[in-house]
């Protein structure tokens, strides 16, 4: 089953302007990722936010973590139409690498 | 470093039949997780091995099974196939101590 929500299922946006995607789970957690994936392809690991963290940036990307309310959210500034991709949040807790994965956000990035 | 490879990349079967997907993880990784991918239900966990042995489990039938070999490639096995079978199925590798999963890009299964 899937762990939660993410918000919205799809976003349109031009060139240049920033792109953000939420992103609710249920459980406790160890650590949130966020994954990239091109046209029904492989997963592309984006960055990983751990549990006893707010913020972080990679590059052109930013997450936050809010435990408390149990969400995070993808920020991705200046995009391209490189970035035209489904993105999805996915959570592990407990012991091991099992991933929990969000609903995902197809995003797409018209010139 | 070559990247986690799957094989086949597509396999066009019928119901009742079986089939074996592979999949060899990045050199050095030692545990490898399996996903499937539907429109209908999303990504959802199969199966993880590490060292040859099962860490963790999906919620998916016995119809549905995996192994992992002592050069950490892996199989999974999925016995008389069913329409809702069809997917895309994605294999993971990651190192001792991480979390960070490395995709390959997945084998796509057509039962008809």
């Known amino acids: 089953s899937q762990q939660g929500e993410e918000d919205p299922q799809a976003l349109s946006i031009q060139e240049g302007e920033n792109a953000t995607m939420n992103c609710s789970y249920k459980?406790?957690?160890?650590?949130l990722q966020w994954y990239r994936q091109n046209s029904g392809r492989g997963l592309v690991h984006l960055i990983l936010i751990r549990s006893n963290e707010r913020e972080k940036h990679s590059g052109r990307l930013r997450v936050t973590l809010d435990t408390s309310k149990k969400s995070s959210s993808l920020l991705i500034t200046a995009s391209r139409a490189a970035d035209t991709a489904s993105y999805f949040c996915?959570?592990?807790?407990?012991?091991?690498?099992?991933?929990?994965f969000g609903t995902g956000t197809q995003l797409k990035v018209e010139l | 470093k070559a990247g986690v490879t799957q094989t086949p990349r597509y396999l066009i079967k019928t119901r009742g039949q079986q089939v074996t997907l592979s999949c060899s993880p990045i050199?050095?990784?030692?545990?490898v997780s399996w996903y499937q991918q539907t429109p209908g239900q999303g990504l959802q966990f199969l199966f993880e091995?590490?060292?040859?042995?099962?860490?963790n489990k999906g919620n998916f039938p016995g119809r549905f099974s995996g192994r992992q070999f002592s050069n950490s490639r892996s199989e999974m096995n999925v016995s008389t196939l069913e329409l809702g079978d069809s997917a895309l199925y994605l294999c993971?590798?990651?190192?001792?101590?991480?979390?960070?999963?490395?995709f390959g890009p997945g084998t796509r299964l057509t039962v008809l």
């Open positions: 996915a959570t592990i807790g407990g012991g091991g690498n099992k991933l929990t």
């Open positions: 993971a590798s990651s190192l001792v101590g991480s979390n960070e999963q490395f």
């Open positions: 050199s050095g990784h030692r545990s």
């Open positions: 091995y590490f060292s040859e042995t099962q860490r």
């Open positions: 459980t406790s957690i160890n650590n």
